[in-house]
């Protein structure tokens, strides 16, 4: 059974920094590309990053660039989301998402880890 399960949310002050844990079992994390998603209250979806299955290419919403990095461990496991210098408008629910096997679509997600920025 595929899990996904994240950690590292919770309250942070502006300009502070959190690091998301998402921790995979259930299938070969090392073949597969992985991104975070968030959800802001009272709006859809929004794609934060992704990162390929080695780890060598990683990519970012234009809103988090240069503020988030994304990692993986694959010994681990385990894909992060570094989170730095963050602002309120950063305050989501921050998903883990499994890319299929064409990698078209998300095919598994986690259950999110709320962010709240506020002073």
């Known amino acids: 059974e595929v899990q996904l399960v994240e950690s590292g949310g919770g309250l942070v002050q502006p300009g502070g920094s959190l690091r998301l844990s998402c921790a995979a079992s259930?299938?070969?994390?090392?073949?597969?590309?992985m991104s975070w998603v968030r959800q802001a209250p009272g709006k859809g979806l929004e794609w934060v990053s992704a990162?390929?299955?080695?780890?060598?290419?990683?990519s970012y919403a234009d809103s988090v660039k240069g503020r988030f990095t994304i990692s993986r461990d694959n010994a681990k496991n385990t894909l992060y989301l570094q989170m730095n210098s963050l602002k309120p408008e950063d305050t989501a629910v921050y998903y883990c998402a499994k890319a299929s096997d064409n990698g078209a679509e998300y095919d598994y997600w986690g259950q999110g880890t709320q962010i709240t920025v506020s002073s």
């Open positions: 259930g299938f070969t994390f090392s073949s597969y590309a």
């Open positions: 990162i390929n299955s080695g780890g060598g290419s990683t």
